[in-house]
């Protein structure tokens, strides 16, 4: 099963890699993974998205809260969570050809971001199922190059218990 976590972790060189170790070292694979600073700077929050069953998930969280640059872990796979993604584009697209991938990103509520002389680069956020479908639609007029950035992802309404 694929577990969402949102570790907060201390903004400082190093704990990306003792985190990303940890996982690795016990034979699970990170299928996404995304860190930033938050509203406080001295904090990072990373977004960890990992294959395993329940018995390894526990394992996983166990030996996160034992680093000691580990603030806060919260399981965000069954919660009520926001999930979002951010994917770029470059497709293919002739001058005859351009107002139907505009058309598309439109309806996706993508948009341009650059315009190439036989490519458009389009940038659209979503849940990855939404990601999926353009990705599906472009595929036909032909995707010179496709980045993704990996599931970002935050529980929903105000918690108290939240950093």
């Not at 394992?59 to 580990?70: A, D, F, M, R």
């Not at 490519?119 to 956020?125: I, K, N, Q, S």
Request: proline fraction near 2%; hydrophobic fraction near 40%.
């Amino acid at each position: 099963m694929k577990h969402i976590l949102s570790v907060l972790v201390e903004n400082k060189s190093g704990v990306l890699s003792r985190v990303t170790g940890m996982i690795s070292r016990r034979g699970f694979n990170i299928e996404s993974l995304t860190v930033a600073p938050t509203e406080d700077e001295t904090l990072s929050r990373m977004t960890i998205i990992v294959e395993a069953d329940e018995v390894g998930f526990e394992q996983i969280t166990k030996q996160l809260h034992k680093l000691v640059s580990v603030f806060k872990i919260s399981d965000l796979t069954e919660a009520d969570a926001i999930e979002r993604e951010l994917v770029l584009f470059k497709v293919l697209a002739t001058p005859e050809r351009r107002h139907e991938i505009i058309e598309i990103a439109n309806v996706f509520r993508a948009k341009v971001v650059d315009v190439g002389k036989n490519t458009l680069t389009v940038e659209a956020t979503g849940t990855p199922s939404k990601l999926d479908a353009m990705e599906d639609l472009f595929r036909g007029y032909g995707i010179r190059q496709l980045t993704r950035t990996g599931k970002i992802a935050m529980s929903r309404g105000a918690h108290d218990h939240d950093l």
